[in-house]
């Protein structure tokens, strides 16, 4: 399955957008850290995982889905979010904790919800995958349109939620994809210390559906496979596991020494970095030139000032709202 | 974290002396082994098993996958069957993918065999909030896990305490839960409470489970708590001795057993309780303090007890909200302002 043009350069948009996203985030993130790295302090405090590497998962998944279709996040949720369509003012002000954020400041950034476009993510390991198929579930249910894709770590292929969540949606035959972005390392373990096979798209056997893997964080790659499973669920013809090799170009949160990497394998990385790959691509096939790349890079820069002008601006919520929206 | 004062006397975080317990036991007894994720190489996310790979290794110092039920079932499994594991669930926030195995099986295998089958482990957990990192990270659930019968639980305030609690966690033929709180790790980034880091003996001894300390003596009011709650409790303390108040400071240390005696000498002395708890609020430690003091005499006390405890509410990412949620020692000085008026 090929993009169209209009696809290949939304996906390179989202992408750029992702990480410029990211980028600010860890220079705000940082004010107030420095010189002594403390995780209450500055304008965005806690745990940040940043998502620079991961941005093909993305959109090569969320090209095809639509606002109605539902996505499962984890604890490193940005460059999905911004690929579903998640608000990204609202998006934004959550992660600094303000009035006008998706939850009021509440959630922080490891619990982002837009019920407009359906996207909703969590901080536990392996457990997006339940609600995952529990949505397919209602829509088919419901008669009503739309699929749902389970993002998760290779991490979390070796939780109990995912062997579970997989067999209920093989046995039930749900529309229900489930995607796994391998970074090759949760936290400081790396995946063959803790993974019984080299890669997870051959659990897929265990519960007799498809399992595809995608080699080399390739944006149209991915694209491709996310496109055949999804249409596949589409017309009803039951879930697919797909696995795809990744990078993590950051630290597991921010304020990760890192020193469990292997010498060289981050400025390894980096130079695979998916996005001047992708450009390249573009370039060549005469898809973008110097030009409308840079009108494009400075559209989605301002976009990204914009919503965090728009956070800055907006005030907390007193402190007392922490008392409601426990119910409805 | 090791600093050495000008008297000579060594200081350790809590993390140090829970490596440094766990690292003697180890020497010890061949039995003893670490599981957990990121408890390997990294030494653990929050510090408490620093240098227990380099010295025993990949065998005994065991980085899991992201596997809770099955790691902490197979703590349950190697502990009856001999070995004396000790488990690290990272954060106690995520005893929810994996309670079975800790409340059905290591709570209870003791009972159901008819006391034939020991569990002889400790899982290790985190706990505690204050940096913004929200309510799947942030909790404490003392409170959830003391309530459930065949399982110990400690929760220490300060190195001294902690060292000495890890050694007699690793004797115990009993399951014991260890609630180490965040903000007590010594781990800069998580803001670090001074308090908590205190002189240590180097040789290895233990404390015993289920006794609380009276930190600080009184006789106007007792402030009961535990972990991070002492230290607001000792400076709230220290503002009431300002104003010419004489609190006593009751660090529990144990929450099961719970010396309920030491809880009942203290109370009776002073007259007032107020109890200071970052765990919920409803259903849970602050309730049963109480409950333990005026079941047993109802006329020991000169005004109703009190509670400082986290509001029923997931808790909160902004600071504004969960720095305005959790107990202080200004809220602990209020209740007491409070209970003198009425
Ligand atoms: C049930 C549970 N166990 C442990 C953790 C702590 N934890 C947070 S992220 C992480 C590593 C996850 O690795 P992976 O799933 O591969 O995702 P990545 O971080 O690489 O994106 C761990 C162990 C958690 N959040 N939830």
């Given at each position: 399955m090929q993009p169209t043009t209009e696809q290949r350069l939304w996906m390179y948009r989202h992408m750029v957008l992702s990480r410029y996203l990211e980028e600010r985030i860890e220079s705000l993130y940082m004010e107030g850290k420095t010189p002594v790295f403390n995780m209450a302090k500055g304008p965005i405090p806690g745990e940040m995982h940043l998502s620079n590497g991961q941005e093909p998962c993305a959109v090569g998944v969320c090209a095809h889905l639509d606002p109605e279709d539902i996505v499962t996040a984890t604890h490193r949720p940005h460059h999905i979010a911004v690929a579903k369509g998640v608000d990204l003012d609202a998006m934004v002000a959550e992660i600094f904790g303000k009035a006008t954020g998706l939850a009021g400041g509440r959630g922080g950034h490891m619990h982002l919800f837009d019920a407009k476009v359906n996207f909703s993510c969590s901080g536990i390991i392996g457990e997006g995958l339940g609600p995952a198929v529990g949505a397919a579930l209602s829509r088919k249910l419901q008669g009503k349109p739309g699929v749902a894709v389970a993002f998760m770590g290779e991490g979390a292929a070796n939780q109990g939620a995912f062997h579970e969540a997989l067999n209920l949606a093989a046995v039930w035959q749900l529309p229900v994809v489930f995607v796994i972005e391998d970074n090759a390392w949760g936290i400081s373990v790396a995946k063959q210390a803790s993974t019984a096979v080299p890669r997870n798209d051959r659990r897929a056997a265990a519960y007799d559906m498809p399992g595809v893997h995608v080699a080399d964080n390739d944006v149209e790659a991915i694209f491709s496979a996310a496109g055949e499973a999804i249409a596949r669920v589409r017309e009803g013809q039951g879930p697919t596991l797909i696995e795809i090799e990744t990078a993590r170009l950051a630290g597991h949160f921010m304020g990760d020494g890192e020193d469990y990497r292997p010498k060289g394998e981050k400025e390894g990385l980096k130079q695979r970095d998916p996005i001047p790959r992708y450009r390249k691509q573009l370039l060549d096939a005469g898809l973008l030139d110097d030009a409308s790349d840079d009108t494009l890079v400075e559209g989605a820069h301002a976009r990204v000032e914009a919503a965090i002008r728009f956070a800055q601006d907006s005030e907390f919520l007193p402190p007392e709202a922490a008392l409601e929206a426990v119910f409805v | 974290m090791t600093?050495?004062?000008?008297?000579?006397?060594?200081?350790?975080?809590?993390?140090?002396?829970?490596?440094?317990?766990?690292?003697?036991?180890?020497?010890?007894?061949?039995?003893?082994?670490?599981?957990g994720?990121?408890?390997?190489?990294?030494?653990?996310?929050?510090?408490?098993?620093?240098?227990?790979?380099?010295?025993?290794?990949?065998?005994?110092?065991?980085?899991?996958?992201?596997?809770?039920?099955a790691f902490i079932g197979a703590a349950v499994g190697a502990a009856s069957d001999g070995m004396r594991p000790i488990v690290e669930l990272m954060f106690v926030d995520f005893f929810g993918v994996c309670m079975d195995a800790i409340y059905n099986l290591m709570a209870k295998n003791t009972y159901f065999s008819g006391g034939k089958v020991k569990v002889p482990m400790v899982l290790m957990t985190s706990t505690g909030g204050g940096y913004s990192d929200a309510g799947q990270h942030s909790q404490c659930l003392y409170g959830t896990f003391a309530h459930l019968p065949g399982m110990k639980v400690v929760a220490p305030s300060n190195a001294y305490d902690a060292k000495g609690l890890m050694t007699a966690a690793i004797h115990d033929d009993n399951p014991v839960v260890f609630m180490y709180h965040k903000s007590l790790q010594?781990?800069?980034?998580?803001?670090?409470?001074?308090?908590?880091?205190?002189?240590?003996?180097?040789?290895?001894?233990?404390?015993?489970?289920?006794?609380?300390?009276?930190?600080?003596?009184?006789?106007?009011?007792?402030?009961?708590?535990?972990?991070?709650?002492?230290?607001?409790?000792?400076?709230?303390?220290?503002?009431?001795?300002?104003?010419?108040?004489?609190?006593?400071?009751?660090d529990l240390r144990s929450l099961v057993p719970l010396d309920r005696e030491t809880l009942r000498a203290s109370v009776a002395k002073t007259g007032r309780l107020i109890v200071v708890d970052e765990d919920y609020h409803s259903f849970g430690v602050s309730g049963e303090i109480i409950a333990s003091v005026v079941e047993h005499d109802h006329a020991c006390l000169k005004a109703a007890p009190r509670r400082v405890a986290y509001p029923d509410i997931p808790i909160p990412f902004a600071p504004t909200m969960e720095q305005w949620a959790l107990p202080n020692a200004d809220k602990i000085v209020d209740a007491f302002h409070q209970m003198m008026l009425s």
């Open positions: - | 600093t050495t004062t000008s008297a000579g006397t060594r200081k350790l975080t809590i993390a140090r002396a829970m490596a440094e317990a766990t690292a003697q036991e180890m020497r010890n007894d061949p039995r003893v082994f670490v599981m994720e990121d408890i390997g190489p990294l030494g653990g996310v929050f510090g408490n098993t620093r240098g227990l790979y380099d010295e025993f290794g990949p065998e005994r110092v065991r980085d899991t996958p992201i596997s809770e039920t010594g781990m800069g980034w998580l803001g670090t409470e001074k308090g908590a880091t205190v002189p240590v003996p180097e040789e290895s001894y233990t404390l015993e489970i289920g006794k609380a300390a009276v930190v600080r003596e009184g006789h106007d009011v007792t402030l009961v708590s535990l972990a991070a709650g002492v230290h607001h409790c000792l400076r709230a303390a220290q503002a009431l001795e300002d104003e010419g108040f004489s609190a006593e400071v009751v």
